[in-house]
């Protein structure tokens, strides 16, 4: 876990509607996502509507409109905590190295990465970049072909994000899987 205290970032991210206004890439498939989005379970909803009882949790989302990941996970992300009074800012990737190389995935730079921290700045917990089904064929993937300058790696990887997309499944099949790995860690702060 990151010892990062976050707090200097607070204030300086865009909201999530700033965010989606600015998107020069991805847009309409990132609306669309957001606007497509269902509660699977009222349980769920009403879980995510009680965190208003609690005014100790920040959200801040490392992201980048061009990330596939960020496309297929960060509108659910967004739409998952609307309810839940959370203040929530967007930290474009680029911008923010620094603190993206403190949530690194196996040694490299992924997003999305929702990070919770309390009021401090002390980080909780962190999601991301893509829900556990879904990293499982990266992680086996890169575990497999650990030399990025081997001759077929570029052809390997393309295999293994087709495989990825596959998991993701088609449309919103993939939101409640979210929802319910966002629940569950915020239930352990």
């Known amino acids: 876990m990151s010892r990062t205290n976050v707090s200097q970032y607070f204030g300086k991210g865009l909201s999530p509607e700033q965010f989606m206004e600015g998107m020069e890439k991805n847009k309409e498939a990132f609306r669309s996502g957001y606007d497509q989005f269902v509660w699977n379970s009222e349980e ?3 879980y995510f509507e009680s965190l208003n009882h609690r005014d100790d949790l920040r959200v801040l989302i490392l992201a980048a409109d061009w990330c596939g990941d960020v496309v297929r996970t960060v509108p659910v ?6 309810n839940s009074g959370i203040p929530t800012e967007v930290l474009i990737l680029e911008n923010h190295q620094a603190l ?3 949530f690194l995935t196996m040694g490299g730079r992924a997003v999305p990465i929702v990070i919770f921290a309390d009021t401090g700045g002390h980080v909780l917990g962190h999601w991301g970049p893509r829900p556990a089904h879904v ?4 992680t086996e993937f890169k575990r497999e072909n650990p ?3 081997a001759d077929d790696y570029q052809e390997k990887i393309a295999v293994a994000r087709q495989e990825m997309a596959v998991k993701y499944g088609e449309g919103t099949e993939v939101h409640p899987v979210i929802v319910q790995e966002l629940r569950e860690l915020i239930s352990g702060f």
């Open 44 to 46: 769920d909803r009403e």
């Open 147 to 149: 030399d990025r300058e």
């Open 100 to 102: 993206m190389d403190d």
């Open 77 to 82: 992300v967004f739409r998952a905590l609307e």
């Open 135 to 138: 990293q499982q064929i990266m």
